[in-house]
C-alpha cells in the first residue's frame, strides 16, 4: 500500500504570482476543517484513456493543499487499487493512496462469504481479475478461459485464441463431468470484474452456469421452465449468484465516441437470456446484483471510505469532526456519476451535489438524462465553482 502523504503544492506552480501574504493565506485556510469533500470520477474527469487532462493535477493539487479530502470513485477496474494508484499518481503527479480509491469491484473485497467456494471472475485483461480476486482472498477462483483451454468444444468461435489463452490459464480445480455432479465442478458465484474482452466464450458459459442445477457446469436445470415455480423455474434451482461491478453502456475511450462498457456486455447477456427463456413477456428475469454508480451500495461504501479519510487527514476523533455537510460528486457520465449523486441518500444526511463535466461521455449542448447541479467546462471548473459555493477562502 502507498504511504499516504499530502504533498502542499505552492499557487506558482500553476504559472500564478506568489507572495509571502497569499502563502499565509494557503496556510491559514489549511488549518480549517471543511464540511465538505469531492468524489471524482476518473475517466474523462481526470484522464482520457491512459493521457491525463489538462488542469486535473491542478484541481487535486489545490484540494490537498487545503486538506480539503475527496475520494476517487469510478467504474474502472481490471487490477488491483494497490496498481491503480500507484499509475495515477504518477500520470496526474499527485499523491493519492488506496484508502482514498474506490473502483467498480472494490466492495467485492469484503465479500467473505465466498472466499472459501469456487468463485468464476469474468473480464479484464489477461488473468489480472484473476489475481485481483486472489489479493482480496478467494481461494480457487475460475476463468472462462480456463473452461475453453480444458474444453475447447466448450465454445468453438474462440479456439483460435487458445495459444493466447495458454499464456495465463491455470487446470480447473475439479472436471466437467455430469455423469459425477458430486465430483464435477460447481461455480458458487459468479463476479463480473471488469469489461469482458471475449463476449462469446464468456456469454456462453455464463447462460451454462445460470442454467445449470446448482452451478455444476455440464448439467441442466429440470426446474427452468416450470411455469409453477417463480421466475418459471430459472434461477431457482441453487445457480450462483451473478455480481456484475459495473453498469456503464458506454465510457469515454481515446476515440472520439464513446465505447461500450461492461454495460453493454449486460445487455447483450440480457438479450441472449431472453431468447433462451420467453424474457420478461414471460415474466422471466435474469436475476443479478448490479454493483458500481449510480447503485446504492456502492456510494454507501464511498461514503464511508471518504469518512474514514477525511477522519485520516484531519488527524481528529469522530467526536470532535462535525458531519460533513456537502459532497461535490464530479464526473462525465450522466447516466451514472449524475444519476447516483442525485439519487443517494445518505444515512449521515450529507448533500450529494452533482456536477458534470464536458470532457468525457456528456456532448456539450445536448440536454443530459439526469441533470447536475451544475455543468462545467472541465474538473478545475468544478472544484472552483464548488469553493466558490462553500465561501472557502
Not at 142 to 147: E, G, K, S, Y
Not at 311 to 337: C, E, F, H, W
Request: aromatic residues 10%.
Amino acid at each position: 500500500m502507498l504511504a499516504l502523504r499530502y504533498t502542499w503544492r505552492l499557487p506558482q506552480s500553476h504559472g500564478l504570482r506568489f507572495n509571502a501574504r497569499r502563502a499565509l493565506q494557503t496556510v491559514a485556510a489549511a488549518s480549517k476543517i471543511p464540511e465538505f469533500a469531492f468524489a471524482f470520477d476518473i475517466d474523462g474527469v481526470l484522464v482520457r484513456s491512459s493521457d491525463p487532462l489538462p488542469r486535473a493535477t491542478k484541481a487535486l493539487s489545490y484540494l490537498q493543499s487545503q486538506r480539503i479530502p475527496f475520494i476517487l470513485l469510478t467504474n474502472g477496474g481490471g487490477k488491483h487499487e494497490s496498481e491503480r494508484v500507484a499509475d495515477l499518481s504518477s500520470k496526474l503527479d499527485v499523491q493519492i493512496d488506496t484508502s482514498m480509491f474506490v473502483q467498480s469491484h472494490t466492495p467485492f473485497a469484503d465479500m467473505d462469504q465466498y472466499k472459501d467456494k469456487t468463485v468464476m471472475v469474468v473480464g479484464g485483461d489477461g488473468d489480472k481479475c484473476r489475481k485481483v480476486a486472489e489479493a482480496y482472498g478467494f481461494k480457487t477462483v475460475v476463468t472462462p478461459a480456463d473452461i475453453l483451454s480444458a474444453y475447447p468444444d466448450v465454445w468453438p468461435f474462440s479456439q483460435q485464441l487458445l495459444p493466447y489463452y495458454s499464456n495465463f490459464t491455470r487446470p480447473l480445480p475439479a472436471p466437467i463431468d455430469p455423469s459425477s455432479p458430486s465430483t464435477s465442478l460447481r461455480i458458487d458465484a459468479v463476479f463480473v470484474y471488469n469489461d469482458p474482452r471475449d463476449w462469446g466464450l464468456d456469454a456462453q458459459i455464463m447462460k451454462d452456469v445460470l442454467l445449470s442445477k446448482g452451478g455444476v457446469l455440464g448439467t441442466l436445470s429440470s426446474k427452468n421452465g416450470d411455469t409453477s415455480l417463480p421466475n418459471n423455474g430459472y434461477q431457482q434451482d441453487n445457480q450462483p449468484p451473478v455480481y456484475f461491478s459495473n453498469p456503464d453502456l458506454l465510457w469515454a475511450a481515446k476515440y472520439h465516441l464513446p465505447r461500450l462498457g461492461q454495460g453493454g456486455f449486460r445487455e447483450a447477456l440480457e438479450g441472449i437470456w431472453a431468447a433462451i427463456t420467453g424474457g420478461p413477456t414471460k415474466g422471466v428475469e435474469l436475476q443479478k446484483i448490479v454493483m458500481g454508480k449510480p447503485y446504492k451500495p456502492t456510494y454507501e461504501f464511498a461514503e464511508k471510505r471518504l469518512i474514514a479519510h477525511r477522519k485520516a487527514i484531519t488527524q481528529t476523533n469522530n467526536k470532535d469532526l462535525d458531519p460533513l455537510r456537502r459532497v461535490y460528486m464530479v464526473g462525465d457520465n450522466p447516466a451514472s456519476d449524475i444519476a447516483g449523486g442525485n439519487n443517494y441518500t445518505s444515512p449521515y444526511g450529507t448533500d450529494w451535489a452533482s456536477i458534470l463535466v464536458q470532457t468525457g461521455v456528456y456532448v456539450e449542448g445536448t440536454t443530459p438524462e439526469h441533470q447536475p447541479r451544475k455543468i462545467v467546462g472541465d474538473v478545475w471548473d468544478a472544484v472552483a465553482w464548488a469553493v466558490a459555493q462553500e465561501k472557502w477562502s
